[in-house]
């Protein structure tokens, strides 16, 4: 079974950092991507991105471009992701998930194994 524990979230200022973690636990037989996607309030839950551990690929959601980077350190097996400039509209819960990659990653689509979500709050 794959676990995913995420840690990092709290309360920033916009334009402020923040950086999330991911830690992932079980078999590479069961995915071969991590995801971190988000969920507001009356909001579906949404990908902001992804990252193939295959090759290290990586995408993002067209809101987040420049901002987030997603990265991965595969001797701790544990992925990240960097937000910057974090604006009102990032606040959500964040969710941390390993699938497989699809071209609909965006609405979940391959994602079967999920974390509990960390908070993310951006306001002055």
């Known amino acids: 079974q794959v676990q995913l524990v995420e840690s990092g979230g709290g309360l920033v200022q916009p334009g402020g950092s923040l950086r999330l973690s991911c830690a992932v636990s079980?078999?590479?037989?069961?995915?071969?991507?991590i995801g971190w996607f988000r969920q507001a309030p009356g909001k579906e839950r949404e990908g902001v991105s992804c990252?193939?551990?295959?090759?290290?690929?990586?995408d993002y959601a067209d809101s987040v471009k420049g901002r987030f980077t997603i990265s991965r350190d595969s001797a701790k097996n544990t992925v990240y992701l960097q937000m910057n400039s974090l604006k009102p509209e990032d606040t959500a819960v964040y969710y941390c998930?390993?699938?497989?990659?699809?071209?609909?990653?965006?609405?979940?689509?391959?994602?079967?194994?999920w974390g509990q979500g960390t908070q993310v709050t951006v306001s002055s």
């Open positions: 079980g078999s590479t037989l069961d995915y071969s991507a």
């Open positions: 998930a390993a699938g497989h990659y699809s071209s609909s990653w965006r609405r979940t689509r391959g994602f079967g194994f």
């Open positions: 990252i193939v551990i295959t090759d290290a690929s990586s």
